[in-house]
């Protein structure tokens, strides 16, 4: 990411949490504060932006099109970012509410964009620490506009400026008021991509060392076909585009029947490494709206030794 820019997919995954909330049911994933936390001018530009691209991507269907609602609503059908964000974002949570059960005390959600965790469930962060941890430039921004909406900042909600980049996790919690001693559980969502291997191992290492065993990491990665021209799915390599075009390339995936061993040298038990067909068969089954898991996308969940 660039040093000063405000990361896109941040915005653009919290409009297709907003959208997901407001127009569609059955919900994979209810984020009702979504659409207050985008600006509505933001909104409102990317709203048109993609409504328009049906006339590149489908200009027959443009053509048929009455009106903006309905050329968003058959765009929106074919990326994989609605799938993709509201099935990661459901797991995250049913495993955090699991995990509090058994006396997770704190949680860490590593880029975490414009997540709205800490608002939407009171019932659980009462029962937290919550540590927000995100890209310096991603993270002002959040602030602001959280202060435009005079949301309440409780105590047990801390911000943590962090650049994944420079491996600094470790000084970054340690500077807080987290407590390495109380078991926590980590999300990392929508970021492994967007990083170097080394970087990401950086962090899982970092982490592994930070938290006690017994503590939780949730992470989303692609695997290494994404990147492969002559296996990747269509959608996908749309998707690899797209992210390219906002400045934020995505770079690294991994290879799924190798994790387990890879991220136990870094101190991590894999618990659940999910594949497409594995997120089809929980969240998206007997849907009649033309969502189905995103090709390549797999979740992972890992323990502390
Ligand atoms: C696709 S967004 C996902 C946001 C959020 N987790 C979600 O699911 O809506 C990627 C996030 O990773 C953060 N990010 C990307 N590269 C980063 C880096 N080098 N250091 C810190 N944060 C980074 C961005 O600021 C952004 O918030």
Not at 138 to 144: A, C, E, I, L, P
Not at 243 to 257: I, N, R
């Amino acid at each position: 990411m660039q040093e000063y820019q405000i990361s896109l997919t941040a915005i653009m995954s919290a409009y297709l949490r907003a959208y997901h909330s407001r127009h569609d049911n059955p919900k994979i994933f209810d984020d009702f504060l979504a659409h207050r936390i985008i600006p509505e001018e933001r909104q409102a530009l990317i709203e048109q932006g993609l409504a328009n691209s049906l006339k590149l991507s489908d200009p027959e269907r443009a053509a048929v099109c009455p009106d903006q609602a309905t050329a968003l609503a058959w765009v929106l059908r074919a990326m994989t970012g609605p799938p993709n964000i509201l099935s990661r974002s459901r797991y995250t949570e049913d495993s955090l509410e699991e995990a509090i059960r058994q006396g997770v005390e704190q949680y860490v959600i590593l880029g975490a964009g414009l997540d709205t965790f800490a608002f939407r469930r009171p019932d659980l962060v009462k029962q937290l620490r919550v540590y927000e941890l995100d890209h310096p430039a991603t993270q002002t921004f959040k602030r602001h506009r959280l202060a435009e909406l005079k949301w309440k900042i409780t105590p047990n909600l801390n911000y943590v400026p962090i650049d994944f980049t420079q491996g600094n996790l470790t000084a970054a919690l340690t500077q807080s008021s987290y407590a390495p001693q109380a078991k926590s559980f980590f999300s990392w969502l929508g970021v492994t991509m967007y990083l170097t291997r080394d970087e990401v191992y950086t962090t899982l290492r970092a982490i592994a060392n930070i938290a006690p065993a017994g503590s939780t990491v949730i992470f989303d990665y692609l695997d290494t076909d994404a990147y492969d021209p002559g296996k990747a799915a269509s959608r996908v390599q749309g998707m690899l585009k797209l992210a390219q075009h906002a400045g934020e390339p995505m770079k690294t995936g991994f290879e799924p029947s190798t994790l387990a061993a890879d991220i136990a040298r870094l101190g991590l038990r894999i618990q659940d490494n999910l594949s497409p067909a594995d997120i089809e068969e929980r969240y998206f089954q007997g849907r009649v709206d033309g969502y189905y898991a995103c090709e390549h996308v797999h979740f992972a969940r890992a323990v502390i030794k």
